[in-house]
């Protein structure tokens, strides 16, 4: 499973989200610096983090803070299987 996290330096919850998404098994995870690029710092300025999964331009709903890695894994595999249902 491919995931992109928009993220920017500083910020706690980006860096604890990718912490656990990053023992998530078979994540591919990219991490995108919104402060590199105008058009994400637009876009995301007031909401990192923001997860996208597999190519798509929909952002994931957020996950809370106090999620554990197997729930993000459970939220991960049921959101996936929602996209798999609509393509």
């Not at 919850?13 to 998404?21: P, T």
């Not at 994931?60 to 798999?84: D, G, H, M, N």
């Amino acid at each position: 499973m491919q995931l992109v996290l928009y993220s920017k330096p500083g910020c706690h919850l980006c860096e604890g989200l990718e912490e656990k998404l990053r023992q998530v098994q078979g994540v591919e995870l990219e991490i995108r610096d919104i402060t590199t690029r105008d058009d994400w710092f637009q876009s995301y300025e007031y909401e990192v983090p923001v997860v996208l999964m597999e190519s798509s331009s929909v952002p994931l709903p957020r996950f809370s803070p106090r999620s554990s890695v197997p729930q993000i894994t459970q939220l991960l595999i049921k959101y996936r299987s929602e996209r798999a249902e609509k393509s």
